[in-house]
């Protein structure tokens, strides 16, 4: 594996799972007062937009990164939904 894409998957995986403990909170505390609905809006079209970019040019890190990230996200959004009060 050259070194580029060695960096990229090593960065997709950090920034990736950077959303695992706010989808671990959310979904033990059952408690999303915190969260925008607005970010998370942009979060989830971005991550989407990105992961449609990454399958035009067909990088590997960059959509194995999306299509996880996008998942968390989107988890985390439709908590976000669900647990506001």
Sequence with gaps: MNPVTLLGLIAGTLTTFAFVPQVIKTWKTKSAGDLSIGTM????????LWLIYGLLIGDVPVI???AVTLVLVTATFVMVLLYRK
Excluded: E, Q, W, Y
């Design 41 to 48: 809006s942009l979060i989830c079209t971005g991550v989407l």
């Design 64 to 66: 194995a990164a999306n």
